[in-house]
């Protein structure tokens, strides 16, 4: 069964530090995918990022930047000089490649951020 | 590009009535998923379909809970009988076949209120 633990419940930084939102996962599968979604308090998810088992590279987007190590299990995302605009819940998850294509996907618990200006 | 949609945004209802929601997916989109999210927690699986196929369905689907896509385009998922652990915000995400890319995009969601 796939499983995944955001262990941070909410987080407050003020503005302009940097901030790593942590994510751990587990599955028995070798080819998975990891997402990360942001939840503004509007509600809509809004994905960021998806990232397969096979591809190990960190990204950079901007102000944001992932660290996938499958020796660890895990995903974190880090937000560099934050921005109020950034306070919102931050879900990761995990989708095993079914057959067909089908990807059930499984959300972590999320993690409320919260920038202070 | 018009995202996904869903209506409404909001229903309040009594115990015991039946509600419908419906989402539009983005429209070259086959697949469409429904997850339910309570407070203070990640979106829950509900149900999926392929096109007009539903494939997949949860244990959290109890039988009260039916969901359709009759043509391949919308979707309608309908509880029967609503009760208060009903309550919740019910979303509705969708997908493309092709290309590799398997993130789903979310509707705005329809807020469930059970009073």
């Known amino acids: 069964a796939q499983k995944v633990t955001q262990a941070q419940t909410e987080i407050s930084v003020v503005e302009k530090e940097d901030v790593t939102l942590d994510c751990v996962y587990e599955?028995?599968?070798?080819?998975?995918?990891l997402f990360w979604y942001k939840q503004p308090p509007s509600g809509e998810l809004v994905f960021l990022i998806r990232r397969n088992s096979f591809d190990e590279q960190n990204e950079i987007s901007g102000r944001y930047s992932w660290n996938f190590q499958k020796s660890t299990s895990s995903f974190n995302f880090t937000i560099t000089a934050s921005q109020v605009v950034d306070s919102a819940v931050y879900f990761c998850?995990?989708?095993?490649?079914?057959?067909?294509?089908?990807?059930?996907?499984?959300f972590g618990t999320g993690t409320k951020l919260q920038v202070i200006p | 590009d018009t995202g996904v949609s869903q209506d409404p945004r909001h229903k309040i209802t009594k115990r015991g009535q039946n509600v419908t929601f419906r989402c539009d997916p983005i429209?070259?989109?086959?697949?469409l998923y429904w997850y339910r999210q309570t407070l203070g927690q990640g979106p829950e699986f509900l149900t999926y379909f392929q096109n007009e196929a539903q494939l997949e369905k949860s244990r959290l689907l109890s039988d009260r809970f039916s969901a359709e896509r009759p043509k391949g385009s919308f979707s309608t998922l309908e509880i029967q009988r609503t009760e208060q652990g009903d309550s919740a915000m019910y979303l509705c995400?969708?997908?493309?076949?092709?290309?590799?890319?398997?993130?789903?995009?979310f509707g705005p969601g329809t807020r469930l209120t059970v009073t």
């Open positions: 429209s070259e989109h086959n697949r």
């Open positions: 995400a969708s997908s493309p076949i092709t290309g590799g890319s398997y993130e789903q995009y």
């Open positions: 599955t028995r599968d070798t080819t998975y995918y």
């Open positions: 998850a995990l989708s095993e490649a079914g057959s067909g294509g089908y990807q059930k996907v499984t």
